[in-house]
């Protein structure tokens, strides 16, 4: 079993950075994939990024590529999401999730889950 625990949101004026968290705990997270998903009121729970187990291949939705990265210290147990230029439209409960071995983007593929970190951008 893993446990996910996500941390560094918050609400931050357009244009500027966040760094989102993800600490697992009840496993190493070297063989798994982790993926950063996020959910705004009202619609579906998105793909945002996900990265391999060894960190060799990161993978991004088009609406956040060029702005997004998503790393992974195997050490430390850890992932995150560094966020820059951020956008009102990138306002949302952001989730971190891990799948062993492989990287799906698609939540339903996801075995474990975070409970969310808010993210909040004004205009």
């Known amino acids: 079993q893993v446990q996910l625990v996500e941390s560094g949101g918050g609400l931050v004026q357009a244009g500027g950075s966040l760094r989102l968290s993800c600490a697992a705990s009840g496993s190493t997270l070297s063989s798994y994939g982790m993926g950063w998903f996020r959910q705004a009121p009202g619609k579906e729970r998105e793909f945002v990024a996900a990265?391999?187990?060894?960190?060799?291949?990161?993978f991004y939705a088009d609406s956040v590529k060029g702005r997004f990265t998503i790393s992974r210290d195997n050490a430390k147990n850890t992932a995150a999401l560094q966020m820059n230029s951020l956008k009102p439209e990138d306002t949302a409960v952001y989730y971190c999730a891990a799948r062993w071995q492989v990287v799906p983007i698609t939540p339903d593929d996801y075995n474990y889950w975070g409970q969310g970190t808010q993210v909040t951008v004004s205009s």
């Open positions: 990265i391999t187990w060894s960190g060799a291949s990161t």
